[in-house]
T-cell receptor, first 111, second 116 residues
Framework: DSGVTQTPKHLITATGQRVTLRCSPR?????VYWYQQSLDQGLQFLIQ???????AKGNILERFSAQQFPDLHSELNLSSLELGDSALYFC??????????FGPGTRLTVL | AQKITQTQPGMFVQEKEAVTLDCTYD???????LFWYKQPSSGEMIFLIY??????QNATEGRYSLNFQKARKSANLVISASQLGDSAMYFCAMREGFNTGNQFYFGTGTSLTVIP
Protein backbone atom coordinates (compact mmCIF):
# COMPACT_ATOMS: atom_id res chain seq x y z
CA ASP A 1 0.00 0.00 0.00
CA SER A 2 1.59 3.25 -1.21
CA GLY A 3 -0.49 5.50 1.02
CA VAL A 4 -2.03 7.25 -1.98
CA THR A 5 -5.75 6.69 -2.33
CA GLN A 6 -7.88 7.10 -5.41
CA THR A 7 -11.62 6.89 -5.80
CA PRO A 8 -13.49 5.43 -7.46
CA LYS A 9 -11.62 2.28 -8.47
CA HIS A 10 -13.81 1.74 -11.52
CA LEU A 11 -16.05 4.13 -13.41
CA ILE A 12 -18.32 3.35 -16.33
CA THR A 13 -20.05 6.19 -18.09
CA ALA A 14 -21.37 7.28 -21.46
CA THR A 15 -19.98 9.58 -24.11
CA GLY A 16 -20.64 13.23 -23.49
CA GLN A 17 -20.77 12.83 -19.73
CA ARG A 18 -18.59 14.43 -17.05
CA VAL A 19 -16.79 12.61 -14.25
CA THR A 20 -14.60 13.55 -11.31
CA LEU A 21 -11.71 11.44 -10.10
CA ARG A 22 -10.40 11.97 -6.61
CA CYS A 23 -6.94 11.51 -5.15
CA SER A 24 -5.58 11.80 -1.63
CA PRO A 25 -1.78 11.99 -1.47
CA ARG A 26 0.41 10.41 1.17
CA UNK A 27 0.49 12.28 4.42
CA UNK A 28 2.99 15.11 4.11
CA UNK A 29 3.35 14.96 0.33
CA UNK A 30 2.73 18.35 -1.25
CA UNK A 31 3.01 17.33 -4.91
CA VAL A 32 0.26 15.54 -6.79
CA TYR A 33 0.63 14.27 -10.33
CA TRP A 34 -2.02 12.91 -12.68
CA TYR A 35 -1.29 10.40 -15.43
CA GLN A 36 -3.36 8.71 -18.10
CA GLN A 37 -2.43 5.22 -19.19
CA SER A 38 -4.08 3.73 -22.25
CA LEU A 39 -3.04 0.71 -24.27
CA ASP A 40 -1.82 2.65 -27.28
CA GLN A 41 -0.40 5.73 -25.54
CA GLY A 42 1.55 4.38 -22.61
CA LEU A 43 1.85 6.48 -19.47
CA GLN A 44 1.03 10.08 -20.29
CA PHE A 45 1.68 12.88 -17.84
CA LEU A 46 -1.34 15.17 -17.53
CA ILE A 47 -0.76 17.75 -14.84
CA GLN A 48 1.07 18.42 -11.60
CA UNK A 49 0.14 20.44 -8.54
CA UNK A 50 2.36 21.54 -5.71
CA UNK A 51 0.78 22.81 -2.51
CA UNK A 52 -2.35 23.94 -4.28
CA UNK A 53 -0.73 25.54 -7.29
CA UNK A 54 -0.39 24.18 -10.80
CA UNK A 55 3.29 23.42 -11.38
CA ALA A 56 3.50 21.63 -14.72
CA LYS A 57 1.18 20.74 -17.54
CA GLY A 58 1.59 17.83 -19.90
CA ASN A 59 -0.66 16.35 -22.54
CA ILE A 60 -3.88 17.39 -20.87
CA LEU A 61 -6.87 18.08 -23.08
CA GLU A 62 -8.88 21.26 -22.68
CA ARG A 63 -11.87 19.09 -21.73
CA PHE A 64 -9.91 18.00 -18.69
CA SER A 65 -9.15 20.10 -15.63
CA ALA A 66 -7.76 19.53 -12.19
CA GLN A 67 -7.29 21.25 -8.90
CA GLN A 68 -5.61 20.67 -5.58
CA PHE A 69 -7.46 21.72 -2.46
CA PRO A 70 -6.11 23.23 0.79
CA ASP A 71 -6.14 19.79 2.42
CA LEU A 72 -3.93 18.68 -0.51
CA HIS A 73 -6.35 16.22 -2.03
CA SER A 74 -6.79 16.62 -5.76
CA GLU A 75 -9.57 16.12 -8.25
CA LEU A 76 -9.36 15.50 -11.97
CA ASN A 77 -12.43 16.54 -13.92
CA LEU A 78 -13.07 14.98 -17.31
CA SER A 79 -15.90 16.43 -19.39
CA SER A 80 -17.53 15.79 -22.78
CA LEU A 81 -16.14 12.29 -22.54
CA GLU A 82 -15.22 10.41 -25.68
CA LEU A 83 -14.59 6.71 -26.27
CA GLY A 84 -10.87 7.45 -26.52
CA ASP A 85 -10.81 8.74 -22.95
CA SER A 86 -11.21 5.20 -21.68
CA ALA A 87 -8.02 4.54 -19.74
CA LEU A 88 -6.44 3.96 -16.38
CA TYR A 89 -5.92 7.25 -14.56
CA PHE A 90 -3.20 7.35 -11.95
CA CYS A 91 -2.54 9.84 -9.26
CA UNK A 92 0.90 9.99 -7.67
CA UNK A 93 2.42 12.04 -4.89
CA UNK A 94 5.92 12.89 -3.83
CA UNK A 95 7.91 15.00 -1.44
CA UNK A 96 11.37 16.44 -1.81
CA UNK A 97 13.80 14.41 -3.85
CA UNK A 98 12.05 11.11 -3.36
CA UNK A 99 10.29 8.83 -5.78
CA UNK A 100 6.65 9.20 -6.71
CA UNK A 101 4.18 6.99 -4.93
CA PHE A 102 1.31 5.88 -7.11
CA GLY A 103 -2.27 5.26 -6.18
CA PRO A 104 -4.07 2.14 -7.37
CA GLY A 105 -5.63 4.02 -10.29
CA THR A 106 -9.15 4.65 -11.52
CA ARG A 107 -10.20 2.61 -14.51
CA LEU A 108 -12.51 4.70 -16.66
CA THR A 109 -14.65 3.07 -19.31
CA VAL A 110 -16.58 5.31 -21.68
CA LEU A 111 -19.35 3.52 -23.58
CA ALA B 1 13.59 15.09 -28.02
CA GLN B 2 12.42 12.34 -25.73
CA LYS B 3 13.55 12.77 -22.17
CA ILE B 4 13.48 9.01 -21.50
CA THR B 5 13.96 6.32 -24.13
CA GLN B 6 13.32 2.63 -23.62
CA THR B 7 14.11 0.82 -26.85
CA GLN B 8 12.99 -2.68 -25.86
CA PRO B 9 9.22 -3.05 -26.12
CA GLY B 10 9.42 -6.67 -25.00
CA MET B 11 12.00 -8.91 -23.39
CA PHE B 12 12.13 -12.58 -22.46
CA VAL B 13 14.35 -14.17 -19.83
CA GLN B 14 14.71 -17.67 -18.47
CA GLU B 15 13.87 -18.13 -14.83
CA LYS B 16 16.92 -17.70 -12.55
CA GLU B 17 18.85 -15.84 -15.25
CA ALA B 18 19.78 -12.16 -15.13
CA VAL B 19 18.25 -9.59 -17.50
CA THR B 20 19.10 -6.00 -18.37
CA LEU B 21 16.42 -3.48 -19.32
CA ASP B 22 17.76 -0.49 -21.20
CA CYS B 23 17.05 3.15 -20.49
CA THR B 24 18.67 6.29 -21.86
CA TYR B 25 17.85 9.81 -20.82
CA ASP B 26 18.30 13.32 -22.08
CA UNK B 27 18.88 16.32 -19.86
CA UNK B 28 21.18 19.30 -19.59
CA UNK B 29 20.49 19.71 -15.89
CA UNK B 30 23.45 18.48 -13.82
CA UNK B 31 21.09 17.53 -11.01
CA UNK B 32 18.57 14.81 -11.69
CA UNK B 33 17.17 11.58 -10.36
CA LEU B 34 16.50 8.35 -12.19
CA PHE B 35 13.84 5.86 -11.16
CA TRP B 36 12.55 2.46 -12.18
CA TYR B 37 8.99 1.30 -11.64
CA LYS B 38 7.34 -2.09 -12.10
CA GLN B 39 3.75 -2.49 -13.24
CA PRO B 40 2.41 -6.04 -12.94
CA SER B 41 -0.72 -7.14 -14.73
CA SER B 42 -2.77 -6.08 -11.71
CA GLY B 43 -2.01 -2.49 -12.70
CA GLU B 44 -0.35 -0.87 -9.70
CA MET B 45 2.91 1.04 -10.13
CA ILE B 46 5.63 -0.16 -7.78
CA PHE B 47 8.80 1.82 -7.13
CA LEU B 48 11.93 -0.31 -7.48
CA ILE B 49 15.11 1.74 -7.36
CA TYR B 50 16.51 5.27 -7.43
CA UNK B 51 19.81 6.75 -8.65
CA UNK B 52 20.83 10.36 -8.10
CA UNK B 53 23.03 12.10 -10.63
CA UNK B 54 25.71 12.79 -8.03
CA UNK B 55 25.72 9.30 -6.59
CA UNK B 56 29.15 7.75 -7.06
CA GLN B 57 28.03 4.17 -6.80
CA ASN B 58 25.38 2.25 -8.67
CA ALA B 59 22.18 1.82 -6.71
CA THR B 60 21.17 -1.65 -5.56
CA GLU B 61 17.98 -2.91 -3.97
CA GLY B 62 17.93 -6.64 -3.41
CA ARG B 63 17.89 -8.34 -6.81
CA TYR B 64 17.64 -4.98 -8.58
CA SER B 65 20.63 -2.89 -9.52
CA LEU B 66 20.96 0.17 -11.68
CA ASN B 67 23.86 0.30 -14.11
CA PHE B 68 24.43 4.06 -14.19
CA GLN B 69 26.70 5.31 -16.98
CA LYS B 70 26.58 9.08 -16.73
CA ALA B 71 28.69 9.90 -19.76
CA ARG B 72 26.48 7.71 -21.94
CA LYS B 73 23.33 8.97 -20.21
CA SER B 74 22.12 5.47 -19.58
CA ALA B 75 20.46 3.97 -16.52
CA ASN B 76 19.86 0.32 -17.23
CA LEU B 77 18.02 -1.88 -14.76
CA VAL B 78 19.56 -5.24 -14.01
CA ILE B 79 17.40 -7.92 -12.46
CA SER B 80 19.36 -10.87 -11.15
CA ALA B 81 18.02 -14.39 -10.62
CA SER B 82 14.73 -13.68 -12.42
CA GLN B 83 11.56 -15.04 -10.90
CA LEU B 84 8.18 -15.72 -12.47
CA GLY B 85 6.79 -12.85 -10.44
CA ASP B 86 9.12 -10.46 -12.24
CA SER B 87 6.95 -10.72 -15.34
CA ALA B 88 5.58 -7.20 -15.68
CA MET B 89 5.93 -3.89 -17.45
CA TYR B 90 8.96 -1.84 -16.38
CA PHE B 91 9.17 1.93 -16.67
CA CYS B 92 12.23 4.15 -16.44
CA ALA B 93 11.66 7.71 -15.23
CA MET B 94 13.65 10.88 -14.63
CA ARG B 95 13.19 13.94 -12.50
CA GLU B 96 15.21 16.99 -13.50
CA GLY B 97 16.56 19.06 -10.66
CA PHE B 98 16.13 18.35 -7.01
CA ASN B 99 13.59 21.04 -6.27
CA THR B 100 10.42 19.95 -4.69
CA GLY B 101 7.62 19.80 -7.19
CA ASN B 102 9.60 19.07 -10.33
CA GLN B 103 7.99 17.06 -13.11
CA PHE B 104 8.74 13.40 -13.72
CA TYR B 105 9.29 12.02 -17.22
CA PHE B 106 8.49 8.39 -18.03
CA GLY B 107 9.62 6.10 -20.81
CA THR B 108 7.28 3.95 -22.87
CA GLY B 109 8.10 0.85 -20.88
CA THR B 110 9.50 -2.63 -21.47
CA SER B 111 7.37 -5.72 -21.07
CA LEU B 112 9.36 -8.47 -19.38
CA THR B 113 8.28 -12.10 -19.54
CA VAL B 114 10.04 -14.66 -17.37
CA ILE B 115 9.96 -18.14 -18.86
CA PRO B 116 9.91 -21.14 -16.52
Amino acid sequence: DSGVTQTPKHLITATGQRVTLRCSPRSGDLSVYWYQQSLDQGLQFLIQYYNGEERAKGNILERFSAQQFPDLHSELNLSSLELGDSALYFCASSVGRSEQFFGPGTRLTVL
Amino acid sequence: AQKITQTQPGMFVQEKEAVTLDCTYDTSDPSYGLFWYKQPSSGEMIFLIYQGSYDQQNATEGRYSLNFQKARKSANLVISASQLGDSAMYFCAMREGFNTGNQFYFGTGTSLTVIP
